[in-house]
Nanobody, 115 residues
Framework: QVQLVESGGGLVQPGGSLRLSCSAS????????LGWHRQAPGKQRELVAL???????KYADSVQGRFTISRDNAKSTVYLQMNSLKPEDTAVYYC?????????WGQGIQVTVSA
């Protein structure tokens, strides 16, 4: 069992930066993949970025070159550094983990990009 809690969201101007954090607790040794998804109003939830326990990283095309995902050595925390933010990045961002055969979701955190 893994629990995920996001932090670091908020309001930022276009072109600005924001750093999201996701702290995992529980059976963190079971975590194979940590990542971020987002869901804008009226739209389907989409993968933003992920990192696996062997270091494989994947980004959505829409954030490639602007966002950076990273994790600590204990795999208990994953970060999403978001630079050059655009209004279309506005969404609720969800942390997600794959824990062996199971998955966990954070509660979601709002990111709003607006002048």
């Amino acid at each position: 069992q893994v629990q995920l809690v996001e932090s670091g969201g908020g309001l930022v101007q276009p072109g600005g930066s924001l750093r999201l954090s996701c702290s995992a607790s529980g059976d963190i040794w079971t975590i194979k993949t940590l990542g971020w998804h987002r869901q804008a109003p009226g739209k389907q939830r989409e993968l933003v970025a992920l990192v696996t326990d062997i270091g494989t990283i994947k980004y959505a095309d829409s954030v490639q070159g602007r966002f950076t995902i990273s994790r600590d050595n204990a795999k208990s925390t994953v970060y999403l550094q978001m630079n050059s933010l655009k209004p279309e990045d506005t969404a609720v961002y969800y942390c997600h983990s794959i824990n062996g055969p199971y998955g966990s979701w954070g509660q979601g955190i709002q990111v709003t990009v607006s002048a």
